[in-house]
T-cell receptor, first 116, second 113 residues
Framework: GAVVSQHPSRVICKSGTSVKIECRSL??????MFWYRQFPKQSLMLMAT?????????EQGVEKDKFLINHASLTLSTLTVTSAHPEDSSFYIC????????????FGAGSRLTVL | GENVEQHPSTLSVQEGDSAVIKCTYS??????FPWYKQELGKRPQLIID?????GEKKDQRIAVTLNKTAKHFSLHITETQPEDSAVYFC????????????FGTGTSLTVIP
């Protein structure tokens, strides 16, 4: 079955530093990956759609300069939280969609970011 | 854009009883409706999905029904077990690669032993 690996699972950083989160599709190619933010006991908030070889599409209210997304290959997308602040602390989840058009989303295990 | 609403936000049932979660959507173009189960601190997992050319789909204790006219779909869990306790999300999408999924707000299900 489809497997998506997300790394790191937990990260603690100081305010002002940048943090990179990786999302990899291990056994399939994913032209499109999605990045979500999830607050405790809340739903998945779509942040951006990551397209291989082109710029990401950001949702309204999401700062593109704050949350840098790079989709350099068909199996890897990265989210970089730049100049992180405590309010950026959250659970970030990626998902990937197969190129085959099956439309099924497979989620990564999520990354818990804590900014001190 | 698409707007997905989900009810109830919390649901408690006795073990062995049935649980029903309902979602409505706004975009008549949506034609794919998956349901995800998320246990605490873990990734959402697809448990069942339905396409708009089907009215009902069943997989063991889990079933999903779709009413295209009314734009609503429901998740039914029968003979609930404690391990069914989790947060369940519905979603709506249009079948094509790269299209967005719009998620409901989630239902926290607790099955009481």
């Amino acid at each position: 079955g489809a497997v998506v690996s997300q790394h790191p699972s937990r990260v603690i950083c100081k305010s002002g530093t940048s943090v990179k989160i990786e999302c990899r599709s291990l056994d399939f190619q994913a032209t499109t990956m999605f990045w979500y933010r999830q607050f405790p006991k809340q739903s998945l908030m779509l942040m951006a759609t990551s397209n291989e070889g082109s710029k990401a599409t950001y949702e309204q209210g999401v700062e593109k300069d704050k949350f840098l997304i790079n989709h350099a290959s068909l199996t890897l997308s990265t989210l970089t939280v730049t100049s992180a602040h405590p309010e950026d602390s959250s659970f970030y989840i990626c998902s990937a969609q197969r190129n085959s058009g099956a439309n099924v989303l497979t989620f990564g295990a999520g990354s818990r970011l804590t900014v001190l | 854009g698409e707007n997905v609403e989900q009810h109830p936000s919390t649901l408690s049932v006795q073990e062995g009883d049935s649980a029903v979660i309902k979602c409505t959507y706004s975009d008549s173009a949506s034609n794919y409706f998956p349901w995800y189960k998320q246990e605490l601190g873990k990734r959402p997992q697809l448990i069942i999905d339905i396409r708009s050319n089907v009215g009902e789909k069943k997989d063991q204790r889990i079933a999903v029904t779709l009413n295209k006219t009314a734009k609503h779909f429901s998740l039914h869990i029968t003979e609930t077990q404690p391990e069914d306790s989790a947060v369940y999300f519905c979603a709506a999408s249009i079948l094509r690669t790269g299209n967005q999924f719009y998620f409901g707000t989630g239902t926290s299900l607790t099955v009481i032993p």
